[in-house]
Nanobody, 123 residues
Protein backbone atom coordinates (compact mmCIF):
# COMPACT_ATOMS: atom_id res chain seq x y z
CA UNK A 1 0.00 0.00 0.00
CA UNK A 2 1.38 3.36 -1.01
CA UNK A 3 1.58 5.92 1.76
CA UNK A 4 2.85 9.46 2.00
CA UNK A 5 3.33 10.59 5.60
CA UNK A 6 4.03 14.20 6.41
CA UNK A 7 5.71 15.36 9.59
CA UNK A 8 7.41 18.40 11.04
CA UNK A 9 4.46 20.70 11.44
CA UNK A 10 3.66 22.53 14.64
CA UNK A 11 3.15 25.86 16.32
CA UNK A 12 5.81 28.46 15.60
CA UNK A 13 6.15 32.21 16.04
CA UNK A 14 6.17 34.55 13.10
CA UNK A 15 9.65 34.88 11.71
CA UNK A 16 10.58 31.34 12.63
CA UNK A 17 11.36 28.36 10.43
CA UNK A 18 10.14 24.83 9.95
CA UNK A 19 11.22 21.88 7.87
CA UNK A 20 8.45 19.57 6.79
CA UNK A 21 9.16 16.03 5.70
CA UNK A 22 7.19 13.62 3.57
CA UNK A 23 8.21 10.00 3.78
CA UNK A 24 6.93 7.64 1.12
CA UNK A 25 6.39 3.95 1.61
CA UNK A 26 4.93 1.11 -0.40
CA UNK A 27 6.91 1.97 -3.50
CA UNK A 28 9.83 4.10 -4.50
CA UNK A 29 9.21 7.58 -5.84
CA UNK A 30 12.74 8.24 -7.02
CA UNK A 31 11.48 8.51 -10.62
CA UNK A 32 8.49 10.68 -9.79
CA UNK A 33 7.83 14.34 -9.29
CA UNK A 34 6.71 15.33 -5.81
CA UNK A 35 4.89 18.39 -4.59
CA UNK A 36 3.62 20.31 -1.59
CA UNK A 37 0.25 21.96 -1.27
CA UNK A 38 -1.48 23.73 1.60
CA UNK A 39 -5.00 24.49 2.70
CA UNK A 40 -5.78 27.31 5.06
CA UNK A 41 -9.00 27.39 7.08
CA UNK A 42 -11.92 28.30 4.86
CA UNK A 43 -9.82 28.38 1.72
CA UNK A 44 -9.16 26.14 -1.25
CA UNK A 45 -6.08 23.96 -1.34
CA UNK A 46 -3.27 25.79 -3.11
CA UNK A 47 -0.03 24.80 -4.76
CA UNK A 48 3.19 25.56 -2.86
CA UNK A 49 6.08 23.84 -4.63
CA UNK A 50 7.03 20.91 -6.81
CA UNK A 51 10.27 19.12 -7.57
CA UNK A 52 11.24 16.84 -10.43
CA UNK A 53 12.44 13.27 -9.96
CA UNK A 54 16.11 14.30 -9.91
CA UNK A 55 15.63 17.52 -8.00
CA UNK A 56 16.95 19.55 -10.92
CA UNK A 57 13.66 21.30 -11.68
CA UNK A 58 11.57 23.10 -9.10
CA UNK A 59 8.54 25.37 -9.26
CA UNK A 60 7.26 27.64 -6.50
CA UNK A 61 4.12 29.58 -5.87
CA UNK A 62 4.70 33.32 -6.17
CA UNK A 63 3.29 33.71 -2.67
CA UNK A 64 6.12 31.71 -1.09
CA UNK A 65 8.99 32.20 -3.51
CA UNK A 66 12.15 33.25 -1.70
CA UNK A 67 11.04 31.84 1.65
CA UNK A 68 10.48 28.19 0.80
CA UNK A 69 12.81 25.53 -0.55
CA UNK A 70 11.72 22.10 -1.72
CA UNK A 71 14.27 19.30 -1.81
CA UNK A 72 14.39 15.53 -1.88
CA UNK A 73 16.50 12.59 -0.84
CA UNK A 74 15.72 9.71 -3.17
CA UNK A 75 17.79 7.30 -1.11
CA UNK A 76 15.40 7.94 1.77
CA UNK A 77 12.29 8.21 -0.42
CA UNK A 78 11.63 11.53 1.28
CA UNK A 79 10.83 15.05 0.15
CA UNK A 80 11.29 18.15 2.30
CA UNK A 81 9.88 21.64 2.50
CA UNK A 82 11.94 24.27 4.29
CA UNK A 83 9.88 27.31 5.25
CA UNK A 84 11.66 30.40 6.52
CA UNK A 85 10.42 33.77 7.75
CA UNK A 86 7.06 32.23 8.61
CA UNK A 87 4.03 34.50 8.52
CA UNK A 88 0.60 34.06 10.11
CA UNK A 89 -0.81 33.65 6.61
CA UNK A 90 1.30 30.51 6.22
CA UNK A 91 -0.99 28.82 8.74
CA UNK A 92 -2.47 25.82 6.97
CA UNK A 93 -2.46 22.08 6.64
CA UNK A 94 0.44 21.15 4.39
CA UNK A 95 0.01 18.18 2.10
CA UNK A 96 2.57 16.14 0.22
CA UNK A 97 1.73 14.72 -3.19
CA UNK A 98 3.35 12.44 -5.75
CA UNK A 99 2.86 12.22 -9.48
CA UNK A 100 3.16 9.32 -11.89
CA UNK A 101 5.27 11.64 -14.05
CA UNK A 102 8.90 12.53 -13.53
CA UNK A 103 8.39 16.26 -14.09
CA UNK A 104 5.19 18.19 -13.52
CA UNK A 105 4.23 21.77 -13.00
CA UNK A 106 1.90 23.28 -10.45
CA UNK A 107 -1.13 21.78 -12.17
CA UNK A 108 0.17 18.23 -11.80
CA UNK A 109 -1.30 15.72 -12.20
CA UNK A 110 -0.72 14.36 -8.73
CA UNK A 111 -1.82 10.85 -8.03
CA UNK A 112 -0.97 10.16 -4.40
CA UNK A 113 -1.65 12.38 -1.40
CA UNK A 114 -0.68 12.37 2.23
CA UNK A 115 -2.93 13.17 5.17
CA UNK A 116 -1.28 16.48 5.90
CA UNK A 117 0.57 18.15 8.74
CA UNK A 118 -0.68 21.26 10.53
CA UNK A 119 1.45 24.40 10.55
CA UNK A 120 0.29 27.21 12.81
CA UNK A 121 2.11 30.53 12.89
CA UNK A 122 1.40 32.90 15.76
CA UNK A 123 1.89 36.63 15.45
Amino acid sequence: QVQLVESGGGLVQAGGSLRLSCAASGRTFSSNAMGWFRQAPGKEREFVATISWSGAITYYSDSVKGRITISRDNAKNTVYLQINSLKPEDTAIYYCAASYYSVVGPQGPYDYWGQGTQVTVSS
